[in-house]
């Protein structure tokens, strides 16, 4: 399920300003996006809280505040969003407000269920 909201001018302001990245591109997030490609590329829809934790292909973006992340997921509070490091490992969450980055796993497969079963968290 991808989050598109064709309709919402501040949506479209934000999308605007971002740079929307293919597979080749993301290779700069390399190895964690070669496990995203081959695992996650559908991305991860949570149920229980109505969020795409992790976004599919074509949401993949790179933040305009942090050009060395890969934006993959949000957290759905305080505008956390979860990303890849160019030329760090694991998968972070970045605190805008903090203007600080987290390390809340070493891949994805330990972040995707850790984040589903509330073990990891921000």
């Not at 991860?44 to 992340?69: F, G, K």
């Not at 497969?109 to 079963?117: E, T």
Request: proline share 7%; net charge negative.
């Amino acid at each position: 399920m991808s989050a598109e909201w064709p309709d919402d001018p501040e949506y479209a302001a934000f999308r605007s300003g971002v740079k929307t990245v293919t597979a080749t591109d993301a290779m700069r997030w390399t190895p964690q996006c070669h496990e995203y490609f081959s695992t996650f590329s559908e991305g991860v829809y949570c149920e229980a809280s109505y969020m795409q934790v992790i976004l599919p292909p074509q949401d993949l973006y790179i933040s305009p505040d942090e050009p060395n992340d890969l934006v993959i997921g949000h957290a759905g509070a305080d505008g956390i969003y979860f990303c890849f490091r160019a030329g760090v490992a694991g998968v972070w969450a970045y605190n805008g407000i903090e203007k600080r980055h987290t390390l809340l796993a070493e891949t994805l497969a330990g972040f995707v269920p850790g984040w589903l079963n509330s073990t990891i968290h921000v």
